[in-house]
């Protein structure tokens, strides 16, 4: 009598091979014993469609997460989609369902995972500025809003800015800005900020190994601001270290990372991932480098 297939997941993208993934959901299955496995998998645009009929036939598949270039080009090709995902225009999630293929984002509570203590304050007002106008200020915008947040988009296409605030951010106070705007000091004199949430967004690539640092002047931040940069490479980008070095409280992309993954491995395993003290563990694996 044959043994049953191990069930597993993986992460498909082009490329792949510098996806942390498999580190995460390997490390959660390892500590929660779990008999599965999660792995990369090179898949180009151009076999996407086969892909996804090769694994939607296979009964140990369990999903994938879904990385650049796919994650608007996977939307055609399932059955279904989540409301969030739909609306964000983005899946980075897809799970096997009763015979479907049900696309997911789990980008935006990635996103918003680490910003759970604060919000759990009541607010008089909620601003966000954030940085950047590609695809993962899509989740994180959509995320802000739905927690309530005025929202101050910067790129450098401010229309670009505008449209994307229109179509994901619920109200109509928003403002788009021109990103340079932010690079200059400012004398404008904050009021006082009790019960206020101030946070900083950096959704850009600007500050990730090989691109130019976020040109962002500490000025336009009131005192007590949360920065909150999404690149993981480096982990300690210039605006972090800035605004740590100015007292501010620093979020690094790596808790988006780890809380986007932990919405993923729920659906894929049917299991809590462990995590409080676990995290530091983990981190330090994602941080070792891989032998050559």
Known sequence: MSEAPLPYAEVIGDPIAQSKSPVIHGYWLEQLGLAGAYRRAHVRSDGLADYLTTRRADPAWRGCN????????????????????ARIGAVN?????QGLLVGYN??????????????????LLRMARVMGTGGAARAIVAALSDAGFLIVLAGRDPAKARALLDELARGSDHHAVDIAHFADPTDFAFDDRQGLFDLVVNASLLGMTGQPALAYDLSHTPPGAVFYDIVTSPLETDLLARARGAGHATVDGLAMLIGQADHAFRRFFGAVPPRGDADAELRRRLLTPVPA
């Open 66 to 85: 879904v990385t650049m270039p796919h994650k608007q080009a996977v939307i055609p090709l399932l059955d279904r989609l989540d409301p969030l995902a």
């Open 93 to 97: 999630t897809i799970v096997p369902e």
């Open 106 to 123: 789990t980008d935006a509570p990635g996103f918003m995972e680490p910003l759970v203590p604060w919000l759990a304050d009541a607010h």
